[in-house]
RNA sequence: GGGGCCGUAGCUCAGUGGUUAGAGCAGGGGACUCAUAAUCCCUGGGUCGUGGGUUCGAUCCCCACCGGCCCUACCA
């Protein structure tokens, strides 16, 4: 059996969850729901980072301690995911024993394999920032975002040696041309690694919220270094329960472009490091944007759209969540940047929900409870629907595949085209009931239920109320794809009603 | 400052070293009336950011520039 095992990036616990989270999130959910239905062995992981210095002046702030404040934060995402329908395996955050466990033996071993080092660090240290710059990322001295003069700081700390992985991260990429997906993506790491690598401070003293080094108990590791090892945490690694083997590196991690460095990069080496093969793939995706602008908190301080305007909860009330996964999946292809409006939610939900998919069913169960007495007759073996089905099939499984939920979706959307293209030549509507009218509806039926299969990991609710819609015992994702996407297959034992509509026409709000 | 990405029809986006560059939406015309004033058919049309270069031929390769953006060691 196939495995598949995805995550996205833990999300740092000092931010609301919001509708860039709910993108990265929704695009792995659609993706592990996709393999679950083709019979992959599939594990999901999402979670959050709550180390580091931000999280512990967040918590002082509210009078709390770091974990009690951590505590609340974390359940933000959780509640997050409930509401978008994210059925993630595992949920992991980094201030669990689980997690200190496996950090301290990975990096035990890389200390161990002799890639860690004790040097003094000395930065540029921005004190409205608190944060290090080196010469070159600062304005000649000078803060970039503040502008003032940096003081230079002295810590000691432990260094990672990356510089030594400059060749073999070369020779993996060279050996493993899908290790980052898309290949602009890909490109952009490999040039990086090409202009040269430095090692890399992982320890501060000045903290305390961390993971304790542990041969070294006065540091603890820098935020990226733990959090990155959280997809090794998840499958036992160094532990008892220990199954990387199962899920190890046969796995995919859904990355936004901003953290490719520390995915492409440094992970890969640090995998080395510690003796053991890097992750097989990175699916780098771009970045949402609100009206051509980044969504970022610096716009929210400049008086912009602000995240709170956003939050995916705001969203799945107005629209309901599979409408809000649907136009997530489908409105930007996987890897590239793409625009967030209202107004192309609402165009999607319109369009390609109400008119097309909603309306669809809507004309069909009509039809058939009128009349064929509610009963779904069976489909023609040789109806023409059926080449626009199976194109559909193929297309939809080969996007999916290759991680292009927007491509798979608008497969399947030709499909729905295809089946009302075919109710206005056929016209069941001015046929008397009998045979004819009976091989239309059910072939209509058919074309009905392989949507509802092949849209069911972008919009699970949806397709589950489908496929009760016309009939059906069960779910879409009950049966393997590979068994109940094909022509022919459909079987209506309970009886058809029409309902409400799927999805209520919006109208368009004045502003 | 350094590294990188992007710039394609009104809008949102695909796409390719080679005959007339695509989709959806919006717009225009027609058909139909089962359906959520939905659907179906036809249709407009864009110097593929600008200027060079390589090539028999470039929107796609190279260089420069303009514009937008990302990374530069905490932001999907």
């Given at each position: 059996?196939?495995?598949?095992?995805?995550?996205?990036?833990?999300?740092?616990?000092?931010?609301?969850p919001h509708v860039g989270?709910?993108?990265?999130?929704?695009?792995?959910?659609?993706?592990?729901?996709w393999h679950r239905l083709i019979g992959d062995d599939t594990k999901f992981l999402t979670g959050t980072d709550e180390h580091g210095q931000k999280v512990a002046d967040a918590a002082a702030h509210n009078s709390m301690s770091p974990r009690e404040w951590t505590d609340v934060t974390s359940q933000r995402f959780r509640e997050a995911w409930a509401a978008l329908d994210i059925r993630y395996d595992d949920f992991i955050r980094t201030t669990e024993p689980r997690h200190y466990e496996t950090v301290q033996k990975f990096l035990t071993a890389v200390h161990d394999n002799g890639y860690i080092y004790k040097d003094t660090y000395q930065g540029l240290y921005c004190v409205s920032c608190e944060d290090y710059y080196t010469l070159e990322s600062s304005d000649e001295g000078r803060c970039p975002i503040h502008g003032r003069v940096l003081t230079e700081m002295r810590e000691e700390n432990w260094f990672f040696r990356l510089s030594a992985f400059e060749d073999r991260l070369l020779a993996l990429y060279e050996t493993h041309p899908q290790f980052v997906t898309p290949e602009t993506k890909r490109n952009e790491a490999l040039a990086?690694?090409?202009?040269?690598?430095r090692d890399i401070s992982i320890t501060r003293t000045s903290i305390s919220w961390g993971v304790p080094v542990p041969w070294d108990p006065d540091h603890v590791f820098y935020v990226w270094y733990d959090a990155l090892i959280n997809y090794l945490t998840a499958v036992g690694y160094g532990r008892e329960d220990d199954e990387t083997s199962t899920w190890w590196p046969h796995s995919h991690h859904l990355i936004g472009k901003e953290?490719?460095?520390?995915?492409?990069?440094w992970w890969p080496a640090m995998c080395m490091a510690a003796g053991l093969e890097p992750v097989s793939h990175v699916q780098v995706h771009g970045w949402l944007l609100v009206g051509g602008q980044k969504l970022s908190k610096t716009m929210a301080a400049e008086g912009g759209v602000k995240l709170t305007d956003i939050a995916p909860v705001m969203l799945t009330d107005e629209f309901?969540?599979?409408?809000?996964?649907?136009?997530?999946?489908?409105?930007?292809?996987?890897?590239?940047?793409?625009?967030?409006s209202h107004e192309g939610i609402?165009?999607?939900?319109?369009?390609?929900l109400a008119n097309n998919l909603g309306n669809l069913v809507a004309r069909v169960t009509t039809i058939v409870a009128s009349k064929c007495d509610g009963r779904g007759p069976a489909p023609e073996v040789d109806s023409e629907l059926r080449d626009a089905a199976q194109t559909a099939i193929i297309d939809t499984a080969l996007a999916w595949n290759r991680f292009a939920p927007s491509f798979a979706l608008e497969a399947t959307w030709g499909l729905i085209?295809?089946?009302?293209?075919?109710?206005?030549?056929?016209?069941?509507?001015?046929?008397s009931p009998g045979e004819e009218l009976d091989a239309v509806m059910g072939n209509a039926l058919e074309a009905i239920r392989l949507v509802a299969i092949l849209a069911s990991p972008a919009m699970p609710a949806v397709s589950a109320n489908i496929?009760?819609?016309?009939?059906?015992?069960?779910?879409p994702s009950d049966e393997e794809f590979a068994q109940s996407a094909t022509w022919g297959r459909y079987r209506g034992a309970g009886l058809i009603e029409k309902g409400q509509p799927l999805f209520p026409r919006i109208k368009a709000v004045v502003e």
């Open positions: 059996m196939a495995r598949f095992y995805i995550t996205t990036p833990i999300y740092y616990v000092n931010d609301a989270h709910a993108y990265s999130t929704v695009n792995a959910d659609a993706l592990a729901r990086f690694i090409k202009g040269g690598l953290i490719l460095r520390f995915h492409c990069v309901g969540v599979d409408a809000v996964r649907y136009y997530l999946l489908r409105e930007t292809s996987l890897g590239n940047d793409g625009d967030f609402t165009a999607r939900y319109n369009t390609d085209g295809a089946t009302n293209a075919y109710l206005e030549r056929r016209a069941p509507w001015k046929m496929w009760w819609r016309i009939g059906l015992e069960g779910t």
